[in-house]
């Protein structure tokens, strides 16, 4: 099995779909959200505009759009 890609650049070139007229550059990091999850903010500039996609770092060293799934506290009956 294959290890996934896990770096924020291939994630960034990914999302973004980056071609050689774009420009990407990281905007803003820092943490979101209650649970103070961290997150990098990359803006990509093209000829018909710029837009911005956020990334989460995951427990497995990827990243991705989405935050991690918190745990929870949670109780079992046997």
Avoid: I, Y
Wanted: proline share 8%; glycine share 8%.
């Amino acid at each position: 099995m294959e290890k996934p890609e896990r770096s924020l650049r291939f994630t960034v070139e990914k999302w973004l779909a980056m071609t050689h007229a774009m420009s990407a550059r990281v905007t803003r990091g820092g943490r979101a959200g209650p649970n103070q999850t961290r997150c990098v903010c990359v803006e990509a500039s093209t000829s018909t505009g710029a837009f911005a996609v956020c990334l989460f770092p995951q427990g497995d060293g990827t990243w991705c759009v989405l935050p991690p799934h918190v745990e929870r506290p949670a109780m079992s009956a046997a």
